[in-house]
């Protein structure tokens, strides 16, 4: 059975669908099978990320519409063999229930390794009841105070529904927006969300480049270093949380 990630944050932009198309790749790259399902109806850009707008035949349109089942609706990424992608409907009015998604979920569970749900923005029941189903959540955040203070809410919102398993990543993180005062900063952004760090992800230019291109990033580039460590962390492996920021 396949471990469930969702990826969410209280502010949009935060970086969760990168996130999601960098920890997928790396998993996928140490050897674990592994299937994003984008749940942001409307505003798809896994597959440009991806580099495969011209390969996506179905998406979760077609599956919630009863054309297809969804292990049949899945594409396989071509930057990757263990990577495979569920996108969102085009439309951001598709009808979709709670109940409908947890279903495909369960569907598609027993043929991969980990399932990472990329989410919308924002604190609204249906991204609960959806992530709730999750065996991780990942909440996103950036330094910014404002994404703090959105990624507290969100996160505490998920503690007073009873949900403890959450872990943090730090996305965008610059020695502009940080400064000299990196550690103290990062962990009173940490404290002031109240949920355990998984991964800093850099501030990376090559990263933007990269995922508007639909190429893989190169294999210097730092954000590419912090995804690594973070999937090797999902995979139970020791991986030191370094911070490299340019
Ligand atoms: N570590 C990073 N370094 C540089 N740019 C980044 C980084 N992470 C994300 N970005 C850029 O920030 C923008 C928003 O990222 P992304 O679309 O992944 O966020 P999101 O949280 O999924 O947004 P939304 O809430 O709209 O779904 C994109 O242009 C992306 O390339
Ligand atoms: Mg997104």
């Given at each position: 059975m396949s471990k469930m990630i969702a990826v969410t944050s209280g502010k949009g932009g935060t970086g969760k669908s990168s996130i999601c198309a960098g920890i997928g790749y790396t998993l996928a790259k140490q050897g674990s099978?592994?299937?994003i399902i984008?749940?942001?109806f409307g505003l798809r850009c896994i597959d440009i990320i991806f580099g495969m707008t011209n390969q996506i035949k179905y998406d979760l349109s077609d599956v919630l519409d009863g054309k297809i089942e969804a292990l049949d609706a899945v594409t396989r990424v071509p930057m990757a063999s263990n990577l495979f992608v569920l996108c969102a409907p085009k439309n951001p009015f598709q009808q979709v229930t709670v109940e409908q998604i947890i279903s495909i979920c369960r569907s598609v569970r027993k043929y991969y390794d980990y399932i990472i749900i990329d989410t919308g923005a924002g604190i609204n029941n249906h991204v609960f009841d959806i992530v709730e189903q999750a065996n991780l959540i990942l909440v996103v955040t950036?330094?910014?105070?404002?994404?703090?203070?959105?990624?507290?809410?969100m996160s505490d919102e998920f503690y007073a529904r009873g949900n403890r398993r959450q872990r943090l990543i730090i996305n965008k993180v610059s020695k502009k927006a940080i400064g000299a005062k990196l550690v103290r900063d990062l962990d009173e952004i940490i404290d002031t969300i109240g949920v355990q760090l998984i991964g800093v992800v850099p501030e990376d230019d090559q990263l933007l480049i990269s995922t508007s291109k639909g190429e893989p990033l190169p294999s210097n580039a730092p954000s590419l270093a912090a995804f690594d460590a973070i999937a090797k962390r999902l995979r139970g492996e020791n991986a030191p949380l370094t911070v490299k920021i340019g």
């Open positions: 099978r592994t299937l984008e749940l942001d950036t330094p910014d105070p404002i994404c703090v203070r959105d990624a507290q809410m």
